[in-house]
């Protein structure tokens, strides 16, 4: 029976070298994980756009009406249940691109900003002789992103605002993993069926003008692993085998020797 020593230590072996070879593969450099790495010292970028998300088909709108006239506004400010336990009507945005609205009927928003939304709507109460100088307050309440992949805390985060941009969504998730490609990063994007894939590189300033880094509402952010975390997901696999066979022989052998 000394052939089960023998074997065990080269088993014993072979799972030191994996331990070794998993400590180098997981090592990861400045290049792979930092940020804006050809940004110099002092250095300024000035943003020349003026971004604004623009209305989708689903979009859950919040719309209310207000006029020196408050009695005037009550046909428009449509309510659920009674008292003090009423609740706003929301409007969806159809496949076609419209939302249904008191007394104006069919208006198509897809397409447009909250604020030529607005200003469409209050054009159309003035033009009718509906109201006077009326003023709309519309807000877009299913604004939220999706971000998936190698990040700390994956999810679906809902959006108070209707402006957030690419890295303050990545701050939401918790930021991305150490062994996660920052350098090809995914953003899905929907706009009236059509999706677009962009892929974008954190690693330099460059990135901030893509027409990705102000992210618009439902857009999807997926950070895929680098090679690292590839291999070391392979090697725990193939470790996890070693370490069962390696239990299993010396039950064997704690068997074999107590029969001795």
């Known amino acids: 029976m000394t052939y089960l020593p023998f074997f065990l230590k080269k088993i014993l072996t072979r799972l030191f070298l994996l331990f070794l070879l998993f400590q180098i593969t997981s090592c990861a450099s400045r290049k792979d994980v930092a940020y804006f790495q050809n940004a110099g010292a ?3 970028m000035v943003e020349t756009r003026d971004f604004e998300p ?4 689903d979009d859950l709108l919040s719309i209310y009406i207000s006029a020196n006239n408050i009695e005037s506004t009550t046909a428009f400010n449509l309510k659920k249940g009674e008292g003090i336990s009423y609740e706003e009507v929301d409007y969806i945005i159809d496949k076609e691109g419209f939302i249904d609205f008191p007394v104006l009927g069919k208006i198509k928003l897809m397409g447009l900003t909250t604020e030529e939304a607005k200003k469409l709507i ?3 109460l003035i033009g009718k002789k509906l109201l006077r100088d009326p ?3 519309l807000r877009i309440k299913n604004f939220r ?7 700390k805390k994956p999810g679906t985060y809902s959006v108070p605002t209707e402006r957030i941009t690419l890295l303050e969504a990545l701050g939401l998730a918790g930021d991305l993993e150490m ?3 920052r350098d090809n990063v995914l953003v899905i994007r929907d706009f009236d069926g059509v999706k677009t894939f962009t892929r974008i590189n954190l690693t330099t300033k460059e990135f901030i003008k893509s027409p990705v880094y102000y992210l618009t509402q439902n857009d999807v952010v997926y950070v895929e ?4 975390a590839i291999k070391t997901t392979s090697l725990d696999n193939r470790a996890t085998i070693m370490v069962s066979i390696f239990s299993v022989l010396i039950t064997s052998t704690a068997l074999i020797l107590t029969r001795n």
């Open 145 to 151: 992103v999706t971000i998936l992949g190698h990040v």
């Open 122 to 124: 209050e054009s159309q």
């Open 225 to 228: 692993p680098n090679e690292s």
């Open 54 to 57: 623009r209305l989708k088909v």
């Open 135 to 137: 003023v709309v307050n």
């Open 42 to 44: 002092y250095e300024t």
């Open 179 to 181: 062994k996660a490609r």
